[in-house]
């Protein structure tokens, strides 16, 4: 189950702000593990069948950006993918979109003629947004599923409010703190009667705070979709094929078979075929 779309838009403000270049001490995720997850599902033949999950939100986020009663010259999708809310842009309402995604692979997934508007691609990280581009150079950033794996969430938005113009546009959606509790309570039940013990499965979600100081509009939206699995495997695999495997920091401890096994009943028995996905 899909649960808990919440989409948050920010137009600047045209007042003094904290040093965007100024990121937190958060070091949670590794970066590289997660270019390397994304760029391997990107050349997976199934890519494209675990797109659903990204086409789903990117065309709530579009019912909202629609909604707006503007024009823009261009728009910066960070963290793109292969560009599920790009896609779904038209002329008439933006020129040109600006992708930026650490996965190289994901970037260039997906030709030119998918897209209805101008498209042009850099390779960057989110994390580091002001050094791909100038302040207050931006109309509109939106960010679809992408921000929930950056290790400094604030810094990241503060950098996203000084990318913009004044007046300028932020509509993003993140995966929430309540994601995949299913498949958690699964995993954590079988590893403790299994193992003794629990693993680091953190999502990033859990992390999450907003900072967005000097933005005077905020507003969130809360959907719920559902979705169906037949069993616990095959969501673990689309995970995999959507890049969304585990990029904690550290050493990572792979699962024994019997505690993986003992998961798999627990979710059958405990939660059924609905997994739940929090967006925020």
């Known amino acids: 189950m899909f649960r808990s779309l919440v989409r948050r838009a920010v137009i600047s403000s045209a007042s003094p702000s904290a040093n965007p270049h100024t990121l937190g001490p958060f070091q949670v995720f ?5 270019r390397i997850q994304k760029d391997r599902a ?14 789903e939100v990117a065309d709530r986020m579009m019912e909202r950006f629609l909604d707006i009663k503007r024009t823009f010259g261009s728009i910066l999708d960070l963290g793109s993918g292969a560009g599920h809310f790009t896609k779904l842009l038209e002329p008439d309402k933006v020129q040109k979109a600006v992708m930026v995604d650490l996965s190289q692979m994901s970037l260039n997934r997906d030709p030119d003629s998918d897209f209805e508007v101008q498209v042009e691609r850099i390779h960057g990280d989110e ?5 791909i581009v100038e302040p207050n150079s931006q109309e509109a950033v939106v960010s679809c599923l992408s921000l929930h794996w950056v290790n400094d969430l ?5 950098q996203i409010r000084e990318a913009l113009k004044p007046d300028g546009l932020f509509l993003g959606a993140m995966f929430g703190g309540d994601t995949l509790f299913e498949l958690r309570s699964a995993l954590q039940l079988a590893e403790v009667e299994r193992e003794g013990g629990l693993s680091p499965h953190k999502h990033a979600t859990s992390l999450i705070s907003w900072a967005a100081p000097g933005s005077p509009l905020l507003t969130v ?4 979709v559902k979705v169906a699995y037949p069993d616990m495997w095959a969501l673990m695999d689309d995970l995999r094929a959507m890049g969304e495997g585990n990029a904690i920091l550290g050493p990572r401890r792979a699962l024994r078979r019997d505690t993986l096994a003992a998961a798999s009943a627990i979710y059958t028995g405990k939660f059924g075929s609905l997994p739940s996905f929090h967006f925020l």
Do not use: F, H, I, M
């Not at 939206?221 to 719920?224: A, K, P, Q, T």
């Open 30 to 34: 590794d970066r590289n593990a997660k």
């Open 154 to 158: 604030p810094g990241t938005l503060v």
């Open 127 to 131: 994390e580091n947004l002001l050094q």
């Open 42 to 55: 990107a050349l997976r033949e199934d890519s494209r069948t675990v797109d659903y999950v990204r086409e």
């Open 221 to 224: 939206d809360v959907d719920e």
